[in-house]
Each structure stands twice: as C-alpha cells, then as structure tokens.
C-alpha cells in the first residue's frame, strides 16, 4: 500500500533537483535522463542497496564511482542486533542502550547494559559484532578497510544469529560499493536530513491527494524555489 517518490540530490550541496514517481528501474532511468545533462558530469553517486537504483545508475553512468551510503549499512548491523534483542523479553526497554555508541552512554545506562550483557552470553556476543563493527568506517586507510570488513564478515557468518549472517551475505555482495567510499567518502547525511524533512511535510499535511501540490511544497520548504526548474 505504499506510495513511492524518489528524490534526486546534489550530494555536495544536498540541493532537492528533482523527483519522479516510483522506486523502480524506470523511474529512476527516467528521473536521470531527465535531469542531468550527460553522462561526464556525473563522477560519483551515493545510493542504498536498492537494485533498481544501481541498475538504473549503472545503465546511465558506467564510469561513476558508486557508493553504498554508510548510514544504511550500519543500520543493517543495528538492526542485525535489535533481532537478536526481540529474544529477551525483558530487554524491551534496552533498545536504545544497545543501539547507542556506548561512548554516548551515561555511566547509569553503561551500568544497566553491562549488566544484560554479563547475564545473557548471546545478547553479549551480538552487541560485540554490532560495536566492532563500528571500527570498520574508523579506517584509515582502503587496505585496513578491507581487512576490517573481511574479519567482520566471517565473525557474523560464524555466529550462530541468522539476522548477521543476512547481513554478512549483503555486505559481502556489496563490498566493493561500499568499500568505495575509503576512495571517495561521500555519504547521504545531508540527503538524510532533507529526505526527514520532506516525511514531515508529508505528515504535517497527513499526505497529499495532488502529487504535483506534494513536490511543489518540497522545492519551496527544501530549496526556496517552487519547482524543478528553477531549483537547478
């Protein structure tokens, strides 16, 4: 019952150019087309691990640089955790202490999940995976990146949890998009605020009958122009 719009943006700037209907790989051949001016102006894209997005881009732009965003492989480490969390009942108010970077913890929550973790050896092994994993995107360096990553995989792949081992599979696929990002370190952070700020539109408006109305809202609230045009 959803209701798509893909949302092209200048990952430098995080400047809305335009949106078009759907996620699929039409829509987003059609999105590309129509809004850049050929294929040498474009040299990188941060994308997720959405397949029409990459066969769309790939299609268009076989020499850009293509770039897993971060944001969402990390989300599907944490999420990898939050699955291993749901089988602790008591624990359902430990999702944010879990998923938080224990550095941001106060000393009182450092406390309380020290504790979860020295009581449950399973929830203790997939918060390991879930904080080592944080060392990967702390490389220095492409080469130490992979090796991080290699390591990382293989632990998740042993573990005996099957959200890590979904997980390894898909970082395992996608490694050499997401290892791209050691060479070019662009990431959708702004794209990421942008994309909330358009939800909030969207709900302050408890959703639009006239697509045309929805985009028009989001050129003025997002770029201060009232269309595609005038924003590029």
């Keep these: 019952g959803h209701r798509y719009e893909t949302v ?20 987003t051949q059609l999105l590309l087309t129509k809004n850049l001016l050929s294929q040498s102006c474009v040299e990188t894209v941060v994308v997720d691990m959405w397949k029409p997005f990459h066969k769309a881009i790939q299609t268009l732009f076989p020499a850009a640089c293509l770039v897993i965003d971060k944001y969402h492989v990390v989300q599907k480490v944490t999420q990898a955790l939050d699955q291993v969390r749901k089988r602790f009942p008591t624990l359902k108010k430990g999702r944010f202490a879990l998923l938080k970077g224990y550095e941001n913890l106060t000393e009182q929550q450092k406390q309380q999940l020290e504790g979860w973790l020295d009581e449950h050896d399973e929830l203790a092994l997939a918060y390991y995976l879930k904080e080592s994993f944080r060392d990967f995107y702390q490389a220095s360096d492409y080469d130490t990146a992979e090796e991080l990553l290699d390591n990382w995989i293989n632990e998740a792949k042993a573990s005996p949890f099957r959200a890590y081992q979904e997980v390894a599979r898909t970082l395992e696929k996608w490694k050499a998009s997401i290892l791209q990002y050691f060479l ?13 700020k358009i939800k909030n539109i969207k709900r302050r408006a408890y959703g639009f009958r006239n697509i045309q109305r929805f985009r028009l809202r989001v050129f003025l609230e997002c770029t201060g122009k009232t269309n595609e045009k005038q924003a590029a």
């Design 184 to 196: 070019t370190p662009y990431t959708n952070g702004r794209i990421e605020g942008t994309n909330h």
């Design 8 to 27: 092209l943006m200048d990952a430098k700037t995080g400047r809305v150019l335009a949106m078009e209907e759907n996620r699929s790989f039409e829509s």
